[in-house]
């Protein structure tokens, strides 16, 4: 008996032991890299959710990385130690970096995207995959993003962007707030249902059952992200197992991997931030309408059919695609998450730098997007930056990552926003409503809270999104 507690005890023992030298060798390990002053009971843990409590609830993890980048001065690449919590990263903060690793090579996703993503996407969905999987996905897919297809659909495009118009139309009468995310999500939807399937989802005018689903999967998995508690979780995977199974049900007569696309709501997210920074600056949206009466006829019947008939006008706009890709530069919806193809040193201005297998490689655009250094007064809102602007600039801005496993769907994203412009902007002065701004910057790198309030700061759900739905109001511009 005797023997059987020594045997016992000697086990807890080694296991102790075993675990302690793993906790040790760690952090020591990341003790000696680049990054902010790291910890040796927490690594970075600590210093990670003491930033991340100086934002509202549920922000971005990019906004975190941007100041701790900031407050320590860690250009270029730093580590961050979230062991046992989350995998140890190597935060790349140089777009130069971004291009030599994630632009030249194409380098695997990493195992924790499928571990969230997977839940809303499907398994087996284009952004997580790797290798052979992910290369039959993209070849498939590609035809179907292609500047000349995106080019013939636009003029259903155009249509689905009208419906938009005529609602904006409806609400301005009433004078009524509504959440502008729900009604660019409807309309975003309806254009990518009608790119894959080349019909209508309708999900403006009635609603669309799919559509509610995806809200549902998502909403579950991210519900069950944010709870410690164990029921609620349980609750929370069984709920996103039955919307997703009742999507699935939904789509069997629908070719499976191709609807993995219509999970991007990336354009929502981006159509409601530059919404809300067109609020507050009448000069770039009275230039925008200079823009689009020189382009396109005054009247929105004869302005929709040009964009069904000379799709290629929308080239010409080109300040209305420098406020674009501005908008994308303060408030990129998200990074990439990538693992070493061979675990080993990054080179990176002549010292290496290790990686072991399980190393998340995180290029955080939003980090050397607010870089004065490499866009100067980088919380100003100022499409005019994009013009005569320098290649290493111009390379550094990147919201759709670049590379082969850049976004297949930047052509249709970039021509849906212009079109949802054209048809919206000389028509209506669109105003946040219920603004609550802050006294004080929670932050020094960005005064945008001064003005917006919490409503600045982007909320992580699946991407980074607008907080409370983008509460506005819309009023008809008084011609003549
Ligand atoms: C403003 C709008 C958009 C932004 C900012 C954006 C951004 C991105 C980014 C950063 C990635 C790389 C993700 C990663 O490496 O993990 C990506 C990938 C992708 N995006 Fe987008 N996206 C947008 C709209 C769209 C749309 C409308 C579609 C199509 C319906 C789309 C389809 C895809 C696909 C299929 C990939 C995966 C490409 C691959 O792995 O080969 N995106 N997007």
Redesign the pocket.
């Known amino acids: 008996m005797a023997s059987a507690t020594q045997l016992l005890l000697s086990v807890v023992t080694a296991t102790l032991i075993f675990y302690v030298g793993k906790f040790i060798r760690h952090r020591h390990f990341y003790s000696k890299l680049p990054g902010p002053p790291h910890d040796f009971l927490w690594g970075h843990l600590k210093l990670y959710s003491e930033t991340l409590a100086l934002f509202p609830p549920q922000s971005h993890f990019q906004v975190v990385v941007t100041t701790i980048a900031r407050k320590y001065n860690l250009p270029g690449l730093f580590y961050m130690d979230l062991w046992p919590l989350g995998p140890e990263q190597l935060i790349i903060a140089d777009p130069a970096l971004a291009t030599r690793y ?1 632009t030249g090579r194409i380098l695997p ?1 990493h195992h924790r ?1 499928s571990e969230y993503l997977n839940p809303i996407l499907g398994e087996g969905n ?4 790797n290798g052979a999987r ?1 290369k039959r ?2 070849d498939m ?1 590609a035809p179907a ?1 292609s500047s000349a297809h995106v080019s013939r659909m636009a003029g259903m495009i155009a249509q689905d962007v009208k419906i938009f118009h005529d609602i904006l139309r409806d609400l301005a009468n009433s004078g009524k707030p509504f959440r502008l995310q729900d009604k660019i999500t409807a309309l ?1 939807f309806d ?2 249902f009608r ?2 399937y080349g019909s209508s989802s309708s999900a403006q005018t009635q609603g669309n059952d799919d559509l509610d689903c995806l809200d549902a999967v998502a909403s579950a998995v991210v519900t069950a992200r944010e709870t410690w508690n164990p029921f609620k979780m349980r609750d929370m995977a069984h709920n996103g197992a039955s919307a997703a199974k009742s999507l699935d049900y939904s789509i069997t007569t629908k070719i499976r991997t191709r609807f ?3 999970k ?1 709501d ?2 929502d ?3 409601c931030f530059m919404f809300m920074l067109l609020s507050t600056h009448p000069d770039v949206v009275g230039k925008l309408r200079n823009e689009h009466n020189r382009v396109y006829p005054s009247d929105v019947e004869t302005t929709l059919s040009v964009l069904e008939i000379n799709p290629q006008k929308l080239n010409e706009l080109d300040y209305t695609t420098k406020v ?1 890709k501005e908008t ?1 530069r303060i408030y ?7 693992a070493p193809d061979v675990p080993g040193p990054i080179t990176y201005k002549g010292k290496q730098y290790p990686t072991k297998k399980n190393t998340l490689i995180c290029p955080v ?1 939003h980090t050397w997007h607010m870089d004065e250094a490499v866009f100067p007064n980088p919380d100003n809102f100022d499409p005019d930056r994009f013009t005569g602007m320098d290649r290493a600039s111009q390379i550094a801005w ?4 670049r590379g ?7 052509t ?3 021509d ?2 212009k079109m949802v412009l054209v048809l919206t902007i000389r028509y209506f002065d669109l105003k946040c409503y219920g603004l609550k701004p802050n006294e004080k910057p929670r932050v020094p790198w960005t005064n945008m809270d001064l003005v917006f309030g919490d409503r600045a700061f982007q909320e992580f759900t699946t ?1 980074a999104k607008p907080r409370d739905g983008m509460m506005m109001t819309a009023a008809r511009v008084k011609t003549g």
């Open positions: 994630v996703k995207l284009i952004i997580t995959s992910w996905l993209h897919l993003f975003a254009i990518i790119a894959i993995d696309a219509l991007q990336s354009i997210d981006t159509l674009i994308l990129p919806i998200g990074n990439t998450g990538r655009q990147r919201p759709f990552e082969n496993r850049g976004c297949l769907g930047q249709l994203a970039m849906e926003m991407e």
